[in-house]
């Protein structure tokens, strides 16, 4: 099926892996690290964007629900409604502790802060 953007609702996650994320303004914040799935309710729970550090050190992963990214052709990148400054306030933890306990903390946290509609309601 295709999308009002004209992209078919299938996309490869190795496609989505590495993508950069920008702000409105088009500045780069963040990649996408990881895409983490509900397998109980066959749903993309979140991604994973990493910004900060240098080399991995010091990066800190961002879970963000997968609604709020909205991939721009033209930018070659995913953009969100969000500043550096807001995403840095955002829920955030090591891509190992994003998944533990089936990552719904880390799930609820994330849907809470960016106050977007629970797919699991």
């Not at 996650?13 to 702000?23: F, H, M």
């Amino acid at each position: 099926m295709t999308t009002l953007s004209g992209h078919t609702s299938a996309i490869r996650a190795s496609l989505v892996i590495g993508t950069d994320v920008k702000d409105n303004e088009g500045n780069v914040i963040g990649k996408i690290e990881d895409v983490v799935l509900d397998k109980t309710q066959n749903a993309v729970m979140f991604a994973v964007v990493g910004f900060g550090g240098l080399l991995g050190i010091g990066e800190k992963y961002h879970p963000l629900p997968w609604s709020v990214l909205d991939y721009d052709e033209a930018e070659q990148a995913y953009v969100v409604p969000y500043t550096k400054e807001q995403l840095k306030a955002a829920p955030s933890d090591t891509i190992n502790a994003l998944t533990r306990d089936d990552g719904a903390a880390h799930r609820d946290r994330a849907f809470d802060y960016y106050q977007v509609p629970k797919y699991w309601n």
